[in-house]
């Protein structure tokens, strides 16, 4: 359901811009935002867009991040973008990106929270 893309090597002050795009049988999307995991540190929030269905979108941000990275979505809102610039060897670790979908059918509705494949992103010069 969800396809993450742009990890690579970049050195300390660089630019990367990750994708993620959102496939299959959707209603709409509550949430989607990136997460990202170091070897023995548990999955930290990076940046989330919660979809404004009557107002608008609110972004959120963690500290570390908040000035340097950006996330934006396309115009369909089935692909998201985290623009991360200047770079620090810190920002080092596999980005998954996260989306709370909404699914319906002619009986039903329900949300279900899916994650991506993770991308490894190396800050080092």
């Known amino acids: 359901q969800l396809q993450a893309s742009g990890g690579g090597l970049v050195q300390p002050g660089g630019s990367l811009r990750l994708s993620c795009a959102v496939s299959?049988?959707?209603?709409?999307?509550?949430?989607i935002g990136w997460f990202r995991q170091t070897p023995g540190q548990q999955r930290e929030l990076v940046a989330v867009i919660s979809i404004g269905v009557t107002s608008g979108d609110s972004t959120v941000y963690a500290d570390s991040v908040k000035g340097r990275f950006t996330i934006s979505t396309d115009n369909a809102r089935n692909t998201v973008y985290l623009q991360m610039n200047s770079l620090k060897p810190e920002d080092t670790a596999v980005y998954y990106c996260?989306?709370?979908?909404?699914?319906?059918?002619?009986?039903?509705?329900?949300?279900?929270?899916?994650w991506g494949q993770g991308t490894l992103v190396t800050v080092s010069s």
């Open positions: 299959g049988s959707i209603f709409s999307i509550n949430a």
């Open positions: 996260n989306a709370d979908v909404v699914h319906v059918t002619t009986t039903a509705k329900w949300d279900r929270v899916y």
